[in-house]
């Protein structure tokens, strides 16, 4: 199970921290990460770490949002500062076996937390 947290309703410029905690069968769990969808818009993926500290972002994102895991607590974390208006969307946790799996949207997903960004 992937319990989400730390959404909600921030200006343009402000800041918010997304996490993620996992439990249960989470041996499998190599990748962790985050997709986002905007309303009217295909599910995204936005950022994702490994158990061995890799990260991967889409581009739009790279310099403003910082992703990281604390493998003891089973728990991700997306740090998302200078936020725009665009980057209003669900924002779904989501892990996988291998980074490939991940990018393909294959494997287990939390529940979604709400981001909105005003102009």
């Known amino acids: 199970q992937l319990q989400a947290s730390g959404g909600g309703l921030v200006q343009t410029g402000g800041s918010l921290r997304l996490s993620c905690a996992a439990s249960?069968?989470?041996?499998?769990?190599?990748?962790m990460g985050w997709y986002r969808q905007a309303p009217g818009k295909q599910r995204e993926l936005v950022a994702a770490i490994t158990t061995d500290g890799s990260t991967v972002y889409v581009d739009s994102v790279k310099g403003r949002f910082a992703i990281s895991r604390d493998n003891a607590k089973n728990t991700v974390y997306l740090q998302m500062n200078s936020l725009k208006p665009e980057d209003t969307a669900v924002y779904y946790c989501h892990t996988s076996i291998t980074l490939a799996l991940w990018r393909r949207a294959i494997g287990n997903w939390g529940q979604g937390t709400q981001v909105t960004v005003s102009s």
């Open positions: 249960g069968s989470i041996s499998s769990i190599n990748v």
